[in-house]
């Protein structure tokens, strides 16, 4: 099986400029997850979407940052317009919520992440 | 403000040596913690998983959860070279729909 997706895997653009990043998840996968990591700040939860719904967006930094999911293969992360502190690794993530003994399961799966450089 | 909390390192062990990585959770109400294994320039890589009090284990990896001390831990043993990486812990709560809160890593160096 694929795994999560991602593209680009590296986007050097300029100040002022809209930027997409793009994710696949894991097929069957019902949750998906934005991350953003730096060195200063490590992971940082951005949104995340259930089904295809988004859930809590309390941690896009900005109005500048928006994010959909069309259905369920398929989403997107924009800035616009980007600026030279949006530069750092964003990750998508995957997950499928299902019943482990008398628990729930709900481990993470990664995606390469999009190494974004805004200058 | 649920955080999880781990030493940054680096911790330096040599080659063959037990690895003990540690972390430390706020939020009472998480059930399901997973350590995550980051090498430089990579994404996080799911290693382990643990949702009840104890031990687990898989390969050279255990994991251990305390739930009344709030407390995670992960062994490698026989650290290798290759185990050199950061790694992450996590805690879930299905309370919170599923959205995982990371630690912000231990850089683990094993020298040959």
């Known amino acids: 099986d694929a795994g999560v997706i991602q593209s680009p895997r590296h986007e050097v653009t300029e100040m002022g400029q809209e930027v997409t990043l793009r994710c696949k998840p894991i097929s069957g996968h019902n949750s998906l997850f934005w991350y953003r990591q730096t060195m200063m700040r490590g992971l940082e939860l951005l949104i995340y979407f259930n089904n295809n719904v988004p859930i809590d967006d309390s941690g896009m930094p900005e109005d500048r940052f928006s994010a959909k999911m069309p259905n369920a293969s398929f989403s997107t992360l924009k800035i616009q317009p980007s600026e030279p502190r949006d530069s750092a690794v964003y990750f998508c993530?995957?997950?499928?919520?299902?019943?482990?003994?008398?628990?729930?399961?709900?481990?993470?799966?990664f995606g390469p992440g999009t190494r974004l450089t805004v200058t | 403000q649920k955080e999880v909390e781990q030493n940054s390192g680096p911790l330096s062990v040599p080659e063959g040596a037990i690895a003990s990585l540690n972390c430390t959770y706020s939020d009472r109400g998480s059930q399901s913690f997973f350590w995550y294994r980051q090498y430089s320039g990579k994404s996080p890589e799911l290693i382990m998983s643990i949702y009840s009090n104890g031990d687990k284990e898989d390969g050279r990896f255990t994991a251990q959860l305390n739930k009344a001390s709030q407390y995670v831990s992960l062994l490698i043993r026989d650290s290798q070279p290759s185990d050199s990486a950061t790694y992450l812990c996590?805690?879930?709560?299905?309370?919170?729909?599923?959205?995982?809160?990371f630690g912000k890593g231990t850089l683990l160096t094993v020298n040959p």
């Open positions: 996590a805690s879930g709560n299905s309370g919170s729909n599923y959205k995982l809160t």
């Open positions: 993530a995957s997950s499928l919520v299902w019943s482990v003994g008398r628990g729930l399961s709900y481990e993470q799966y």
